[in-house]
Nanobody
């Protein structure tokens, strides 16, 4: 059974940084795309970044390019380093996984989801 557990959210001032972690377990993820999404109150869940496990290629939403970085370690943990945070980055951030050989940015296509972690950026 696939399990994704996020951590690392919190309250930070604008311009600050946070690193989110997603501990993945339950299977081998070599054929998976790991994604980060976010959802602010009253808004739809939106794509933030994705990581192709086997190739280490990364993909980003335009609004986070140059500020956020997705990576992983050898222990099945995926990270989202968030720098230069803005108040509009405030949202619940979710880790997700899908078995795919191509990048996936649509939330509807992801098979597995974590419970989410709250990120609040104060102005």
């Amino acid at each position: 059974q696939v399990r994704l557990v996020e951590s690392g959210g919190g309250l930070v001032q604008a311009g600050g940084s946070l690193r989110l972690s997603c501990a993945a377990s339950g299977r081998t993820f070599s054929t998976y795309i790991m994604g980060w999404f976010r959802q602010a109150p009253g808004k739809e869940r939106e794509f933030v970044a994705a990581y192709k496990w086997i190739s280490t290629m990364t993909y980003y939403a335009d609004f986070v390019k140059g500020r956020f970085a997705i990576s992983r370690d050898n222990a099945n943990t995926v990270y989202l380093q968030m720098n230069s945070l803005k108040p509009e980055d405030t949202a619940v951030y979710y880790c997700a996984a899908v078995s795919s050989t191509v990048p996936v940015t649509s939330a509807n296509e992801y098979q597995y989801w974590g419970q989410g972690t709250q990120v609040t950026v104060s102005s």
